[in-house]
């Protein structure tokens, strides 16, 4: 199964001639390939498959996103 949580662009740069990015997973920091998604901007979100940014997401999707994992954490503490 692959879990699809959006992490927020920190930081573009260019690697071998890709364009890559350094993402922030509440503090976790990684870095992913942005070619699938040149037009995404610093302070926006992209869910990562496999080291690479399928989709841009803005800010109220990403809050969307992170209110059903706490959901999801919360229930299964109680199980």
């Not at 699809?4 to 920190?10: D, M, N, R």
């Not at 930081?11 to 993402?23: I, V, Y």
């Not at 496999?50 to 919360?74: D, H, M, P, R, Y």
Request: aromatic content about 10%.
């Amino acid at each position: 199964m692959c879990l699809a949580v959006p992490g927020k662009l920190i930081e573009k740069f260019a690697d071998t001639g890709l364009k890559m990015g350094r993402f922030d997973f509440n503090g976790t920091i990684t870095t992913a390939c942005l070619e699938y998604v040149p037009e995404i901007t610093t302070g926006q979100y992209g869910i990562i498959h496999a080291g690479f940014v399928i989709t841009v997401l803005n800010e109220e999707e990403a809050k969307k996103s992170f209110a059903a994992w706490q959901e999801l954490n919360e229930k299964m503490a109680h199980l």
